[in-house]
């Protein structure tokens, strides 16, 4: 991609902005947004969870000058974060963001305004072609301006277009200089502390180009991240935030022609030309990029979460990241990096490198792996010398991260701060993972609506940062995820099969892209239901689908399924499945060293993730799996499992957790 003058663009990933994710710092570790003062508050790597020695590699690959904020705090710079330099394509979000900061004022009716309303001269331009030309059109680089094409009808990232779109928006719409504009909407709100200037090269040196120091620019980057808020104030609206990342220039979009058109006269340019790049269909939303696929399925960055978006200029030069699901900012300026235009067809590219870079930054202490048909946590066999030696005893919490819209007394986040506290304890009798779900739970009660998902199979912010935080956690604890997709009487949530395959893919992406490697993936909770409306969650063949689609974007991921059926596998599914999920419900005792000894012929671990069984007779069942080399999975239904949702550690169940801390214990 080529940038405004030479070579870059500003490059983001998909973009759906996580509010205050926690992280394990101070106020962060419950959730509490974290923000600078006059100064950025600082912590080291290791306090902010994240590797010095990974840092260090990022800061001599790229060079330069650049930070890197986790949680709020500023944790690393190299070079000298406070000098100010041109950021060339990187700009354009920040363009857009006063754009939407000019509508929530009232100064335009809408995003889809006409421009020729403050610029009359684009009415008759063109034989009229350019009057249609929006706002929103200008921020996705789909004006046709100075093209042939008309509004919305190709793509050309066009610095031409960009030049109008900057000098409409403050001279006839704010009308104030630049600078004073984002001063009053930005810097003193955002409290930029180095020198900044939409002339980066002098008042009459195409105006609207700007410098900024990395440290601010990460600001910048934070408002986004903690959803358009700043401390007490929401600068940016939530709507304003979903419409700056979720507004994809349309994947099937063709690319422009490149052949000229009549312009304003004296048009400028900020530095390029009409037609730098082909990338941006389907990746392109108001000036940031997604990472999103393009029309043949190729994401922009392979290794980063889904929810990440960046700004670049210069093909990578000058960039902002935002990576919502670590909790990460990084800013970068005068580096040596300068090939994203290869990134979707080249995994080395420096882009890439950089992209693997910051995401293993974050550390990551237990990785969850089978060897022999047993489980393994770090490479060790789990309960070395105990009965359960090799097994994954399990509790099924489901509804740690339950949320229902439809019932606003409910607080989502305290509720997971509940479960989070006591983590420790569970973990102290034995349990070593935790089911989780991106839908679903059964609260008790019908009529609730809780998902992950959108109705295009996305991942939705708020959900996501609860789930991380659990998973996190337990990264923490030495404890495993079972992370589940689909869930009856929720897959209604899904307009259709193709969104089921991508909130498929966006799990797994999103598992990847946070470099997790303590969650194993169940695609759906008892696939076949009568709950199940999508035809794919209830046969053998869609399952089977969706976990080779599940391992194809995350090949290093052990993903399975359960049936409806208590304790069985279809030969298909164990055959295809890294393990065998089934639920003990209604098997009966004297039943189960028998089923697991049946479908441990298969070759595979066999773990239950859920049995209702309690008491004495939940810890008889327990030790029965256990005899048998099954892993066991408690299902308190009327403690954890109905609202009010009650997460008291080993106190759940006194009998249970005794025995398996029994079962546990060498």
């Known amino acids: 991609m080529r940038d405004i003058g030479n070579a870059g663009v500003l490059f983001l990933m998909f973009g759906m902005v996580l509010p205050a994710l926690a992280g394990r710092v101070d106020g962060a570790e419950l959730g509490q947004p974290v923000y600078p003062g006059t100064e950025w508050e600082q912590r080291t790597p290791e306090q902010a969870g994240l590797s010095g020695t990974r840092l260090k590699a990022l800061a001599e690959l790229a060079g330069g000058q650049g930070c890197v904020v986790r949680n709020g705090f500023l944790v690393y710079t190299w070079g000298d974060p406070t000098r100010s330099g041109d950021i060339a394509s990187a700009v354009k979000p920040i363009v857009s963001t006063l754009l939407l900061l000019a509508v929530q004022h009232g100064k335009l009716a809408s995003v889809d305004a006409k421009v020729s309303d403050f610029e009359p001269g684009l009415l008759k331009l063109n034989s009229g072609k350019d009057a249609g030309i929006t706002w929103q059109h200008l921020a996705s680089q789909t004006s046709g301006y100075g093209l042939v094409e008309p509004p919305g009808k190709a793509y050309g990232y066009n610095d031409f277009a960009l030049a109008l779109y900057y000098d409409t928006l403050m001279q006839r719409v704010y009308k104030q200089d630049g600078n004073r504009v984002l001063k009053e909407q930005l810097g003193d709100i955002l409290g930029f502390q180095d020198k900044y200037a939409f002339e980066a090269f002098g008042p009459k040196d195409r105006p609207g180009r700007l410098a900024i120091s990395v440290r601010d620019l990460a600001r910048f980057g934070l408002l986004y991240l903690r959803g358009g808020r700043w401390r007490d104030q929401q600068v940016l609206k939530p709507e304003s935030v979903r419409l700056a990342l979720s507004s994809l220039v349309p994947v099937e979009l063709s690319r422009t022609s490149g052949q000229d058109a009549e312009m304003l006269p004296n048009q400028r340019s900020l530095g390029g030309a009409k037609d730098q790049t082909s990338v941006g269909p389907g990746m392109y939303s108001f000036n940031w990029w997604v990472n999103r696929t393009d029309r043949n399925g190729n994401r922009l960055f392979a290794d980063l979460p889904s929810d990440t978006f960046v700004a670049s200029g210069h093909g990578g030069k000058r960039a902002l990241w935002v990576l919502p699901s670590l909790d990460l900012v990084v800013a970068w300026n005068d580096t040596s990096i300068a090939d994203h235009d290869d990134n979707l067809k080249n995994p080395n590219t420096k882009f890439n490198q950089a992209a693997r870079l910051i995401r293993d930054t974050v550390q990551r202490e237990t990785r969850v792996s089978i060897g022999n048909d047993r489980w393994l946590i770090n490479g060790a066999v789990t309960y070395r010398g105990a009965k359960a030696e090799g097994l994954l005893m399990n509790v099924r919490m489901v509804n740690a991260v339950f949320e229902n819209p439809r019932h606003a007394d409910f607080d989502p986040a305290a509720n997971t701060n509940r479960f989070l506290e006591k983590i ?140 409806v059926s208590n304790a069985t596998v279809p030969r298909e599914i164990a055959e295809a499945a890294d393990f065998l999920l089934v639920h003990f419900n209604a098997t009966k005792l004297d039943d189960i060293p028998r089923r697991i000894r049946a479908l441990r012929e298969v070759g595979k671990p066999v773990l239950c993730n859920e049995d209702t069984k309690t008491g004495d007779v939940g810890a008889k069942a327990a030790e029965l799996c256990v005899s048998a080399s099954g892993s066991w999975g408690l299902m308190l239904e009327k403690v954890n499992q109905h609202e009010p949702f009650t997460f008291s550690g080993a106190a759940d169940d006194e009998s249970v957790y005794r025995t398996l801390k029994q079962l546990t214990t060498p």
């Open 424 to 563: 420790p304890d569970y973990v102290a009798h034995g349990v070593r993972a935790f089911t989780l779900n991106f839908q679903g739970g059964m609260p008790g009660y019908e009529g609730a609506v809780n998902s992950a998902f959108d109705a295009d199979g996305n991942l939705r912010e708020a959900y996501l940062g609860r789930v991380r935080r659990v998973i996190e956690a337990c990264d923490r604890h030495g404890a495993v995820v079972i992370l589940g997709c689909f869930y009856q009487r929720q897959d209604q949530v899904l307009k259709d099969e193709a969104a089921v395959r991508s909130g498929v893919v966006n799990t797994a992406q999103w598992i990847k892209g946070c470099g997790f490697n303590n969650v194993l993936l169940e695609v759906a909770n008892e696939f076949g239901h009568g709950g199940f409306d999508h035809k794919i969650l209830k046969t053998v063949a869609g399952q089977i689908e969706l976990i080779t689609l599940a391992r194809k974007t995350h090949p290093a991921l052990l993903v399975s399924t359960s049936d």
